[in-house]
């Protein structure tokens, strides 16, 4: 997914990528603001991932979570 993709859904996803890297801050994640080079950063920084890893890790949630907002006529989290 490129950033434009990323900045897009934001705020969709940032809930996501705080459950899944608990490591990230709020404070992270208003830096990253959508950015995948800002928050593959993050990730090198927090967890010493490899930047391939990071942004392999980045796009692979995001596809999962694009795939879910397409397909679901609401929010994410709602049941």
Do not use: C, F, S
């Not at 490899?50 to 694009?66: E, G, P, S, Y």
């Amino acid at each position: 997914m490129n950033n434009d993709g990323l900045l897009d859904q934001w705020k969709q996803i940032r809930g996501r990528a705080k459950a899944l890297w608990g490591r990230l801050t709020d404070d992270d994640l208003e830096q990253a603001a959508g950015k995948i080079d800002v928050l593959a950063g993050l990730l090198q920084d927090k967890y010493g991932y490899t930047r391939r890893r990071a942004v392999k890790d980045i796009d692979m949630h995001l596809v999962v979570n694009d795939a879910n907002i397409k397909n679901h006529p609401g929010p994410i989290y709602a049941k």
